[in-house]
C-alpha cells in the first residue's frame, strides 16, 4: 500500500497500533461500568455548576455563622470570663470536629454503596440535610455550655454525611479537563457562605434563635431544591459488594505507600487548615475582642471576611482558569499556601485593626487560588472510581479534625502565653510545611 500523508512510519505503525488497543480497552472498560461509575466525559452546563454552588452555599451557610459568630456569642453569654470563654469554645468546637472525622468518611462510603432509585447521594443530601436543621434548632434553645455542646456534636455528626456526599459530585460529574473550573467555583462557596453569614447573621439579624432557624430553612430548602436538577444517576444493586463490616471499615485506611499522591495531598489540607483554625478561621472574633480590642468585635468579624471573601472570589477564579489552561496544579497550589503564611506572620508581627485589614487581603488572594486548584489537584490523584464518596471523605478529614485540634490548642495556649501572638508564630510555620507537601506529589504537574 502507497504511504499518504496520514501513514505510519513502518516502525511506529506498532506504537500506534498498541496505542490504538489500548485506547479501545480502556473505553470497552468504561462502557461495561454503571453509569454511575463512569470516568465523566460530558462538559458540565453553567446552569448546573450554578445549582451546585448554591448548594455548598447553603452547606457552609449552616455551619459557618454557627462557628465563627453565634456559638462564640452564646458562650460569651452563658460565662463572661474570657479565659474560660476561649476553652469553652474550643472545647466545644473539638467535641464537633472530632466526631465529623468518623461522620464523614463514613458518610461517604455509604453513600457510594447506596442503591435508592433516587440515585447515590440525593437521598443523603435530603435527609442529613433535614436532621441537620433539627441539630440546630436544638442548638437555638440551648440553656447551657452542656447542651451546646451536645447539640453542636449532634449538629457535625449529621452535616457531614450531606458534606461527604456534596463533595463527591465533582468528581461524579465533572470531566478532567473542566475540573480547575469547577472547582474553583466549587472553592468560592465556602468564603461566599461565610461572609453571607456574616452579613445576614451577624448584621443584620441580631437574635441567636432566629439566626439559627434561618440557617436551618435555607438549609433543607436548597437541598431539596438541588436533588431535582442533579440528575444522580443510579447505582445497580449487582455493583455493590455484599456489606462485610471488616472491609468495610479497612477501606477507609488508603495506604500513603500504595497511593503517595493522595497522602501528599491530604496531609497538605491537613497543614493549611491546622494553621487556619488554629488562628483566623477558629479565633477571629475572640483575637479582635481580646487582641485587638476592637470596640464591636461582631461587626469586625463581617468587615474582615468580606474583605478576604473579595479577593477570594477574584484569585479563585482566575487561579481555577490559569491551572485548567496550562494544565498545571502544583505551582498555584505552592504560591497561594506562601500566601496565606504570610498573612498569618503579620498577624504575628503586628496587632492592630491595620493589620488585620492587610492580612484579611492576603489571605484572601492566597486561600482563594488554594481552595479552587488544590480541589482539582485531589480529584486527580482520587485511588479509585468506585469509591469517590468514601475517598473524598477521607480527604474531608483534612478539613474536619484541624476542626478539632485547632481550636482546642489555641484555648489552652492562649490562656497560658496571655498573647495571641504564638500561636500566629506557630500557624505560619505550619502552612509552610503545607506548601512543601506538594513538592513529592508526581502524577499531576
Same mark, same amino acid.
Given at each position: 500500500?502507497?504511504e499518504?500523508?496520514?501513514?505510519?512510519?513502518?516502525?511506529e505503525?506498532?506504537?500506534v497500533?498498541?496505542?490504538?488497543?489500548?485506547?479501545g480497552?480502556d473505553?470497552a472498560?468504561?462502557?461495561a461500568?454503571?453509569?454511575?461509575?463512569?470516568?465523566?466525559?460530558?462538559?458540565?452546563?453553567?446552569?448546573?455548576?450554578l445549582m451546585?454552588?448554591?448548594?455548598?452555599?447553603?452547606?457552609w451557610?449552616?455551619?459557618?455563622?454557627?462557628?465563627n459568630?453565634?456559638?462564640p456569642?452564646?458562650v460569651?453569654?452563658?460565662?463572661?470570663?474570657?479565659?474560660?470563654?476561649i476553652?469553652?469554645?474550643?472545647l466545644?468546637?473539638?467535641? &464537633?470536629?472530632?466526631l465529623?472525622?468518623?461522620?464523614n468518611?463514613?458518610?461517604g462510603?455509604?453513600s457510594?454503596?447506596?442503591t435508592?432509585?433516587?440515585?447515590?447521594?440525593?437521598?443523603?443530601?435530603?435527609?442529613?440535610?433535614?436532621?441537620s436543621?433539627?441539630?440546630?434548632?436544638?442548638?437555638?434553645?440551648?440553656?447551657?455550655?452542656?447542651?451546646?455542646?451536645?447539640g453542636?456534636?449532634?449538629?457535625?455528626?449529621?452535616?457531614?454525611?450531606?458534606?461527604?456526599?456534596?463533595?463527591?459530585?465533582?468528581p461524579?460529574?465533572?470531566?478532567?479537563e473542566?475540573?480547575?473550573?469547577?472547582?474553583?467555583?466549587?472553592g468560592?462557596?465556602?468564603?461566599?457562605a461565610?461572609?453571607?453569614?456574616?452579613v445576614?447573621v451577624?448584621?443584620?439579624?441580631?437574635?441567636?434563635?432566629?439566626?439559627?432557624?434561618?440557617?436551618?430553612?435555607?438549609?433543607?430548602v436548597?437541598?431539596?431544591?438541588?436533588?431535582?436538577?442533579?440528575?444522580?444517576?443510579?447505582l445497580?444493586r449487582?455493583?455493590?459488594a455484599?456489606?462485610?463490616?471488616g472491609e468495610?471499615?479497612k477501606?477507609?485506611?488508603?495506604?500513603?505507600?500504595?497511593?503517595?499522591?493522595?497522602?501528599w495531598a491530604?496531609?497538605?489540607?491537613?497543614l493549611?487548615?491546622? &494553621?487556619?483554625n488554629?488562628?483566623v478561621?477558629?479565633?477571629?472574633?475572640?483575637?479582635?475582642?481580646y487582641g485587638?480590642?476592637v470596640?464591636?468585635?461582631?461587626?469586625?468579624v463581617a468587615?474582615?471576611q468580606?474583605?478576604?471573601v473579595?479577593?477570594i472570589?477574584?484569585?479563585?477564579?482566575i487561579?481555577?482558569?490559569?491551572?485548567?489552561?496550562?494544565q498545571?496544579?502544583?505551582?498555584?497550589?505552592?504560591?497561594?499556601?506562601?500566601?496565606?503564611g504570610a498573612?498569618?506572620?503579620?498577624l504575628?508581627?503586628?496587632t492592630s485593626?491595620t493589620?488585620v485589614?492587610?492580612a484579611?487581603?492576603?489571605?484572601g488572594?492566597?486561600?482563594?487560588?488554594?481552595?479552587?486548584v488544590?480541589l482539582?489537584?485531589?480529584?486527580?490523584?482520587?485511588p479509585?472510581?468506585?469509591?469517590?464518596?468514601?475517598?473524598m471523605?477521607v480527604f474531608?478529614?483534612?478539613?474536619?479534625?484541624?476542626?478539632a485540634?485547632?481550636p482546642?490548642?489555641?484555648?489552652?495556649?492562649?490562656?497560658?502565653?496571655?498573647?495571641?501572638?504564638?500561636?500566629?508564630?506557630?500557624?505560619?510555620?505550619?502552612?509552610?510545611?503545607a506548601?512543601l507537601?506538594?513538592?513529592?506529589?508526581?502524577?499531576?504537574?
Amino acid at each position: 500500500m502507497a504511504e499518504t500523508p496520514y501513514s505510519s512510519a513502518p516502525g511506529e505503525a506498532g506504537e500506534v497500533g498498541a496505542a490504538t488497543a489500548a485506547l479501545g480497552a480502556d473505553d470497552a472498560a468504561q462502557a461495561a461500568l454503571p453509569e454511575a461509575l463512569r470516568t465523566p466525559t460530558k462538559r458540565l452546563k453553567f446552569g448546573f455548576i450554578l445549582m451546585l454552588c448554591l448548594a455548598n452555599v447553603a452547606l457552609w451557610f449552616s455551619m459557618q455563622p454557627v462557628t465563627n459568630i453565634l456559638l462564640p456569642e452564646q458562650v460569651d453569654k452563658f460565662d463572661p470570663d474570657p479565659s474560660r470563654q476561649i476553652f469553652y469554645n474550643g472545647l466545644i468546637l473539638f467535641g &464537633g470536629a472530632l466526631l465529623s472525622v468518623f461522620s464523614n468518611p463514613i458518610g461517604g462510603a455509604l453513600s457510594d454503596r447506596t442503591t435508592s432509585r433516587f440515585g447515590r447521594r440525593i437521598p443523603w443530601l435530603i435527609a442529613c440535610g433535614a436532621l441537620s436543621a433539627g441539630a440546630l434548632a436544638l442548638m437555638a434553645s440551648a440553656n447551657g455550655i452542656a447542651l451546646l455542646f451536645i447539640g453542636y456534636g449532634l449538629y457535625q455528626l449529621i452535616v457531614n454525611g450531606a458534606l461527604a456526599a456534596l463533595t463527591a459530585i465533582v468528581p461524579d460529574k465533572a470531566p478532567e479537563e473542566q475540573r480547575g473550573f469547577v472547582s474553583a467555583f466549587v472553592g468560592l462557596t465556602l468564603p461566599v457562605a461565610t461572609v453571607l453569614g456574616a452579613v445576614v447573621v451577624g448584621l443584620l439579624v441580631t437574635n441567636i434563635q432566629i439566626g439559627y432557624y434561618i440557617l436551618a430553612v435555607t438549609l433543607v430548602v436548597v437541598m431539596i431544591v438541588f436533588s431535582f436538577v442533579l440528575h444522580d444517576a443510579r447505582l445497580p444493586r449487582s455493583a455493590v459488594a455484599p456489606f462485610r463490616l471488616g472491609e468495610f471499615l479497612k477501606g477507609f485506611w488508603l495506604d500513603p505507600r500504595k497511593h503517595p499522591d493522595f497522602g501528599w495531598a491530604w496531609l497538605s489540607r491537613f497543614l493549611v487548615n491546622i &494553621g487556619w483554625n488554629t488562628t483566623v478561621g477558629g479565633l477571629l472574633f475572640q483575637y479582635l475582642k481580646y487582641g485587638v480590642k476592637v470596640q464591636n468585635p461582631t461587626s469586625a468579624v463581617a468587615i474582615a471576611q468580606i474583605i478576604a471573601v473579595a479577593m477570594i472570589v477574584l484569585s479563585s477564579i482566575i487561579g481555577g482558569y490559569l491551572s485548567d489552561r496550562f494544565q498545571r496544579r502544583k505551582v498555584f497550589v505552592i504560591i497561594s499556601a506562601l500566601m496565606i503564611g504570610a498573612a498569618l506572620l503579620l498577624l504575628a508581627l503586628v496587632t492592630s485593626w491595620t493589620a488585620v485589614l492587610v492580612a484579611a487581603v492576603i489571605v484572601g488572594l492566597g486561600f482563594g487560588a488554594y481552595l479552587a486548584v488544590d480541589l482539582a489537584l485531589l480529584t486527580e490523584v482520587l485511588p479509585s472510581a468506585n469509591d469517590r464518596g468514601k475517598d473524598m471523605g477521607v480527604f474531608n478529614i483534612a478539613n474536619a479534625l484541624p476542626g478539632a485540634i485547632g481550636p482546642l490548642a489555641a484555648g489552652i495556649l492562649v490562656p497560658i502565653f496571655g498573647s495571641f501572638q504564638p500561636l500566629f508564630f506557630l500557624a505560619t510555620g505550619v502552612v509552610l510545611l503545607a506548601a512543601l507537601s506538594i513538592l513529592p506529589i508526581k502524577s499531576v504537574r
